[in-house]
């Protein structure tokens, strides 16, 4: 008796690839080793910088949006935040360099998700009109906007009384990517917030990947990479987080992940 197409492919998905499904908690595992192996392996990462420097010339992190915002990140750092604040729940974020206002339309959206009250606080050595108008609604219910430097007596004051009573903090620094400025960043806010709050130094990736056309007073040598480096040395009390700072292969942020431990 033939076997008919539709038997065929049935007695497939029956005897081949149902059985090898796993169930929850092997799959869980499995992804977890496979994730710890990425992690560990420089080629891909290798491998994600040359794609980044052949995309470079289309401004590849620019392309992205979210809820309509522009939001320079790579599309990969934006997964990772997802599940990272899926994770921690932070209860207060505070960025630094707002640029066009996308990063923040996605802290809010995370927390209204996860039913967490928003409460950002956006630094930047100033705001441009399309950016407010990005934020329309927000600015004021869960977004204040600080037209500051992130280092000066106003940004440490107000910063200081954001997280006066908070308990989760995740900030974000992606202004001003010299050695010196991030420094004294990481001098100033390392002390101010409270003991589990998580640091992200973006663009750590400027030390394997100097792309001399920005044309910025950063790269190879003096970087967010080289003062986050330097930093850890000096304040024990943070920890480089190998799991996030690992997260994505092709990321802004690879090892830029540090987390207040106390000890």
Do not use: C
Request: proline fraction near 4%.
């Amino acid at each position: 008796m033939e076997t008919s197409p539709e038997n065929s492919n049935e007695k497939f998905f029956e005897n081949v690839y149902f059985s090898s499904v796993e169930d929850d908690a092997a799959f869980t595992l499995k992804r977890e080793r496979l994730h710890n192996a990425l992690a560990k392996s420089n080629q891909p990462y290798r491998s994600g910088l040359r794609f980044l420097r052949e995309v470079q010339e289309h401004k590849y992190a620019y392309q992205w949006s979210w809820l309509g915002v522009p939001i320079i990140k790579l599309p990969e750092d934006i997964v990772v935040l997802q599940e990272f604040f899926y994770i921690f729940r932070p209860e207060t974020v505070i960025e630094v360099g707002v640029a066009r206002g996308g990063s923040l339309k996605l802290y809010s959206s995370l927390q209204r998700m996860l039913s967490i009250n928003p409460n950002i606080l956006g630094i930047d050595v100033k705001f441009f009109p399309h950016s407010i108008a990005a934020l329309e609604g927000e600015i004021g219910n869960g977004i204040t906007l600080l037209e500051a430097d992130s280092v000066s007596a106003l940004a440490i004051q107000t910063v200081t009384r954001f997280v006066e009573r908070a308990t989760k903090v995740l900030m974000v620094l992606d202004g001003n990517h010299s050695h010196s400025h991030v420094m004294k960043e990481l001098q100033i806010f390392g002390k101010i917030l409270p003991i589990g709050s998580y640091i992200v130094v973006a663009d750590t990736i400027t030390e394997d990947l100097d792309l001399a056309e920005h044309n910025r007073p950063w790269g190879k040598g003096n970087n967010p990479k080289t003062a986050l480096d330097a930093y850890l040395q000096e304040d024990r009390s943070w920890e480089r987080d190998s799991y996030w700072g690992r997260r994505a292969t092709i990321s802004e942020s690879r090892d830029g992940w540090i987390h207040k431990t106390g000890r």
